[in-house]
């Protein structure tokens, strides 16, 4: 759809974000894939602070553009699952609690939807927006061999989620501000980036409408996906029974939801694009007031 952002002419080789990250002793792989398995991670020193800082950026960001905040539950149970995806076409990328009724969320959109089950909202407190603050587990089937390396296809994330809840008729409307805010997050980290549109087949199984946004990763020389905008019409509302009344009558809500930071993805992209000859990092400044450190500097190993 559209292009912003100019990547950056490197007068050095750009180094994929773990060779960068592991010299600076700011993320371990190693251990935690002795520990836990592949595709996970331990965090540390400096980075850690920054993933922090990309939340509080992303918290601050949107709730000043009037979204309720809102830290949902991490485990949802079958029913209210099922009300906010296609469980079959989904199952396979969920951790389930054993003999419990329990699943491990994948996404806040779900909990945050849910948090709508069985409520009439009056017309006039639409739209009703919420940003969701929550980690992600995914179990990322399908992917073997795919990312191995690094923290951009992962198991645990965290994510700051954009969730609407609107009338029908301004679907259009909610779904061009939740993509605006994403794109203005985006410029404001300096992150290039592009726009695609997603045909039907490869949009999920219970959304109209999909925008998957890109940020550019030098080390591939290539844009990846940081997250995705999507309409999901009445689906979820019809299937958690979430109403709007206008007089009278009640009417299914239409849901929509867009990431407003997948915090490792990011973290990721943002390192690399801001990666420097000697190996430091600099830190874009709308996260310097977060972070109280400019740049990550290479220092002696601890």
Partial sequence: LKKVGKPRKFDFEPKH????LVPLNCLDIE???????ARFYYLKNQL???NLALISFGIDFLTKKGLKLIQPPYMLNKTALSGAIH????????YKIQDEDLYLIATAEHPVVAYMADKVVPKENLP????????CFRKEAGAHGKDTKGIFRVHQFEKVE?????????????????????????????????????????????AAKTIDFE???PSQNKYRELGSCSNLNDYQARRLNIKYSDGGKQSFVATLNNTGIATERTLACLVENNQQK????KIPKVLWKYTGFKTIEPKAKA
């Fill in 278 to 281: 000697d190996g430091s990092i």
């Fill in 215 to 217: 940020g550019w990763f």
């Fill in 17 to 20: 974000h773990q060779d960068l």
């Fill in 31 to 37: 251990q935690a894939a002795k520990v836990s398995g």
């Fill in 162 to 206: 954009q969730v609407s809840f609107c009338e029908p008729s301004e679907v259009k409307k909610e779904f061009d501000f939740l993509l605006k805010n994403s794109e203005q997050m985006l410029k404001a980290l300096g992150i290039p980036y592009r726009l695609l549109f997603l045909c039907s087949g490869d949009t999920g199984k219970q």
């Fill in 48 to 50: 850690v602070k920054l």
């Fill in 128 to 135: 009703l927006r919420f940003v969701g603050i929550s980690p």
């Fill in 87 to 94: 469980f079959t076409a989904f199952e396979d990328a969920i």
